[in-house]
């Protein structure tokens, strides 16, 4: 026998040994009842258990992707093999009592949400060399552990990544020696396993998310929502979920799913909405009156949509949730539309705003026409709801002061094989200058997304001559490029199809014409898309 296969053998049999002993997370009752620790306790402590305790799994804190992750991981590294079910139930069973409470996940979870292009920001220019250059810092951030516990997760990457040590600029310094020596120290400083937040969090009891809700978004490319969410109990924080959401006259997309909450807040759902498989990431808001996240879709989690739900009960008062459109023009007349709960059929939007007639009134959703003065005041006002002023605000303005193409900076991926393509979407923002008068700065007014007419073009004289435009991809009529197939192509000198592009918006403001540029990098294919990158 081999020496490997003997040591793994010891340890199975102590560990079996040890099972009866029922120790570590919850308890020999908890263990008996609860599917996730019934897996941990099979599957797990074969490595996870010494002196009759579980090892390393308690001592460490972590959203459901950061488990999940962790999971998928102690598949591949010590081929520990769970069915689909055993997985979600460890899963579900870890996060629940060794998650993050919402105070110590809300500064990274447009991670967690899949929101494209954007970049978070480390505490500082360490923490950036060497955590942020072969992954997020939020993934980083969205763990706790104490220093030794840290220090161990320094020796796991040095021990599966031996080559990280020779990263990008890693050789400038003595980078093991910051690894192993100071690092621990300043993470469990930042992110410590014990804290007041998450001892609050875990004692206390948090409302279910059954019942009805109005809800509201807006999905880049195709505009903004309104609509109702119903969740259906159907076993422990689990919900049978109903959509209908309303993106414009004619345009009504239902869907059906299914949704799970971990850690009493953190939403995880899945939904067929219209002809589109969809997943969520959703946050109930810590007393449960409010959701929040982002949706998106299975096979392109770049397009999605932002979410806001208000449960719409009882409790509910003037509150609400959203006002469409977001700009009104000088001088004309227009349809808003005010969506909420309990709402009473009496609106202020502002000075110089006037309802001329009311459309629909609804607990729900209020309808009306508005007359916007010539002389109203230019800017962003707040919209009161039966004399309780929200937090949804409008602008009124005479005129387009500029527009940007939003993101500025974007990726797409070229697709092909089992790898599909990664699109961008763009969308065209209207603002006003601010009180410096200058389009560009810091005091612009944002005043919302508009219609734009979209084309690309080269962004440098280096993409001109290697010709990126006519093989890089295409733009689509709503913003959206849409990248080629990825691989060596031999009409353009065997090289790949890759790009460096500039994106133009261009938007009709009465008989002016504005144009905004965004900048967009078509690149090669992702081949290890992690819930957390």
Excluded at 316 to 337: C, D, H, I, W, Y
Aim: glycine share 10%; aromatic share 8%.
């Amino acid at each position: 026998m081999k020496a490997e296969t003997r040591k793994i053998t010891r340890r199975t049999l102590r560990s079996v040994g040890a099972l009866a002993l029922a120790i570590g997370l919850g308890g020999a009752a908890v263990a008996a009842q609860d599917p996730g620790r019934d897996v941990i306790d099979k599957k797990c402590v074969s490595c996870h258990l010494e002196g009759g305790k579980l090892t390393r799994i308690p001592e460490i804190r972590k959203s459901p992707e950061g488990w999940d992750m962790t999971v998928t991981r102690m598949g591949i590294w010590h081929k520990v093999e769970l069915t689909t079910e055993e997985r979600r139930a460890v899963v579900k069973y870890l996060a629940d009592r060794q998650g993050l409470a919402p105070a110590e996940s809300a500064a990274f979870r447009s991670l967690m949400e899949r929101r494209p292009n954007t970049q978070d920001t480390p505490p500082d220019e360490e923490f950036a060399q060497m955590c942020g250059r072969c992954h997020s810092f939020g993934r980083v951030a969205l763990q706790r552990r104490d220093e030794d516990e840290w220090r161990k997760l320094m020796h796991t990457h040095l021990g599966q990544f031996p080559s990280a040590e020779y990263s990008a600029l890693g050789r400038d310094r003595n980078w093991w020696e910051i690894a192993r020596d100071k690092m621990p120290g300043r993470l469990a400083g930042l992110y410590p396993k014990n804290t007041d937040a998450w001892r609050d969090w875990s004692r206390a009891k948090h409302r279910p998310a059954d019942g009805r809700w109005v809800v509201a978004g807006e999905r880049p490319g195709w505009g903004p929502y309104t609509g109702t969410m119903t969740a259906v109990p159907k076993g422990k924080d689990k919900y049978e979920v109903n959509y209908e959401l309303h993106f414009g006259p004619g345009n009504t997309v239902r869907g059906h799913g299914d949704a799970v909450i971990y850690t009493g807040y953190e939403w995880r759902g899945s939904t067929r909405l219209g002809n589109e498989d969809t997943r969520a990431v959703f946050a109930l808001s810590e007393d449960g009156s409010r959701i929040s996240g982002r949706w998106f879709l299975k096979n392109a989690e770049e397009i999605g949509a932002t979410f806001e739900a208000l449960r719409s009960d009882k409790a509910a008062k003037n509150a609400v949730v959203s006002v469409s459109p977001k700009m009104l023009r000088a001088g004309e007349t227009a349809t808003v539309t005010v969506a909420g709960a309990g709402l009473d059929p009496k609106v202020d939007l502002g000075p110089g705003v006037e309802v001329v007639e009311w459309l629909g009134k609804s607990a729900d959703v209020l309808k009306l026409r508005v007359k916007v003065a010539t002389d109203a005041p230019q800017g962003v006002r707040k919209v009161a709801v039966g004399g309780r002023e929200s937090g949804q605000t409008l602008a009124v303005y005479r005129q387009i002061d500029s527009v940007r193409v939003e993101p500025a900076f974007a990726i797409a991926r070229l697709g092909g094989g089992t790898n599909p393509p990664a699109s961008a979407q763009f969308d065209a923002v209207a603002y006003l200058n601010g009180p410096d008068g200058k389009a560009g700065t810091d005091d612009d007014v944002r005043l919302g997304s508009v219609p734009a007419t979209w084309s690309a073009e080269p962004f440098d004289e280096r993409a001109k001559h290697d010709e990126d435009l006519k093989f890089a991809g295409h733009m689509e009529p709503h913003g959206q490029f849409l990248p080629a197939f990825a691989g060596p192509n031999p009409n353009r000198r065997g090289l790949n199809n890759v790009g460096n592009l500039a994106v133009v918006a261009t938007v009709a403001d009465g008989e002016r014409a504005l144009d905004a540029k965004g900048h967009l990098m078509v690149t090669v294919q992702r081949w290890n898309p992690t819930p957390l990158r």
